[in-house]
């Protein structure tokens, strides 16, 4: 074979090579495409915290207790209206974290949780009442004393279940609470999993509850309850997807329910999980959580999706990021 010919033979195996390497990189490429969906709003006006409790009332949020890196746990009430906070009238129960917050009928209700080491679980309930800004304290949670525990509200009912103890107890039980009566009273649940930390969301009338822990180990259940009947969905994690999360945050924005950032099975991640209750499917190709947390504060408002407060185990995030979905 000629010099020419060895030349040719060269260059054409060059750029051979120079290609496959090209679109190697290309596949291998996970740098995020498309719009921004994720700013930062105002910013959470108190101490960077995890574990505080939430419920809206007419498109405003309030974000209640939590737990400084301090170890301190915490009693105040802030208001955020999607462009600005203000301070509330303080909860009246002891201080507490990992509480569960829900709103019916225009008033709000924070209860369970943990108080710290000295008081440690609780069972308690409080109602928020916006108008006259204040809290009255309602009929206690039924159950054993929990927290970690998941609440939503369908029609004039709340909802409260699962949770665990400071021995790693953890449940599979749910309670009605109805408003006007002040009552509570213990509905039959078919879960397979006592689990704490768990995550739930409601669309049109319908709650989703999934995710949460048990044994230390991140759970692939997913139910939905119409507020007569638990049906069990499709498993969090398939071949496809794996939607398992604990201690993450959850909202609803229309017709969508979305988990955002907490811990899987192999740490925290900074995702977002949209699911899709037209057809039971997950997907998630949005914009990223610029920062990753756990027992982080997730609301709606006016049709934003929002994520305050929140930590990595060792840095505590007073920020807050609004979530525009348009991927």
């Known amino acids: 074979?000629?010099?020419?010919?060895?030349?040719?033979?060269?260059?054409?195996?060059?750029?051979?090579?120079?290609?496959?390497?090209?679109?190697?990189?290309?596949?291998?490429?996970?740098?995020?495409?498309?719009?921004?969906?994720?700013?930062?709003?105002?910013?959470?006006?108190?101490?960077?915290?995890?574990?505080?409790?939430?419920?809206?009332?007419?498109?405003?949020?309030?974000?209640?207790?939590?737990?400084?890196?301090?170890?301190?746990v915490l009693a105040d009430n802030h208001a955020f209206d999607g462009s600005q906070w203000s301070t509330k009238a303080n909860f009246i129960g002891p201080a507490r974290h990992s509480a569960v917050g829900f709103s019916v009928n225009e008033q709000g209700y924070v209860g369970l949780g943990y108080g710290g080491d000295a008081v440690g679980a609780l069972k308690d309930f409080y109602k928020y009442n916006p108008t006259a800004n204040s809290w009255t304290k309602v009929a206690d949670f039924p159950g054993e004393a929990r927290f970690g525990a998941v609440a939503f509200a369908i029609g004039n009912n709340a909802y409260v279940g699962l949770g665990a103890t400071s021995t790693d107890k953890t449940f599979s039980d749910f309670y009605k609470y109805d408003p006007s009566a002040n009552t509570w009273t213990k509905i039959e649940t078919p879960f397979t999993y006592k689990k704490a930390y768990a995550y739930a969301f409601v669309i049109n009338g319908v709650a989703y509850?999934?995710?949460?822990?048990?044994?230390?180990?991140?759970t692939d259940d997913f139910y939905k309850f119409d507020g007569t009947t638990w049906t069990k969905l499709p498993s969090l994690k398939t071949d496809n997807y794996d939607a398992r999360r604990f201690n993450a945050s959850a909202f609803a924005i229309g017709n969508y329910g979305y988990v955002v950032s907490g811990r899987s099975a192999s740490g925290i991640v900074n995702t977002v999980w949209k699911?899709?209750?037209?057809?039971?499917?997950?997907?998630?190709?949005?914009?990223?959580?610029?920062?990753?947390?756990?027992?982080?504060?997730?609301?709606?408002?006016?049709?934003?999706?929002?994520?305050?407060?929140?930590?990595?185990?060792?840095?505590?995030?007073?920020?807050?990021?609004?979530?525009?979905?348009v991927r």
């Not at 419920?55 to 939590?66: E, P």
């Open 275 to 325: 699911f899709d209750p037209s057809n039971n499917t997950w997907t998630d190709k949005h914009e990223s959580l610029t920062s990753a947390r756990e027992k982080a504060v997730g609301f709606a408002v006016k049709g934003k999706g929002y994520i305050t407060t929140g930590s990595t185990g060792t840095s505590f995030f007073d920020d807050n990021w609004e979530f525009t979905p």
């Open 209 to 218: 509850v999934g995710g949460g822990y048990s044994n230390g180990v991140p």
């Open 1 to 72: 074979m000629n010099k020419k010919n060895w030349l040719a033979l060269f260059l054409v195996a060059t750029l051979a090579i120079t290609s496959f390497n090209s679109c190697k990189k290309d596949d291998e490429d996970t740098t995020e495409t498309g719009p921004t969906e994720w700013t930062r709003s105002a910013v959470f006006p108190e101490d960077p915290r995890n574990g505080a409790s939430t419920f809206t009332i007419n498109d405003v949020a309030y974000i209640v207790g939590g737990y400084l890196k301090t170890n301190e």
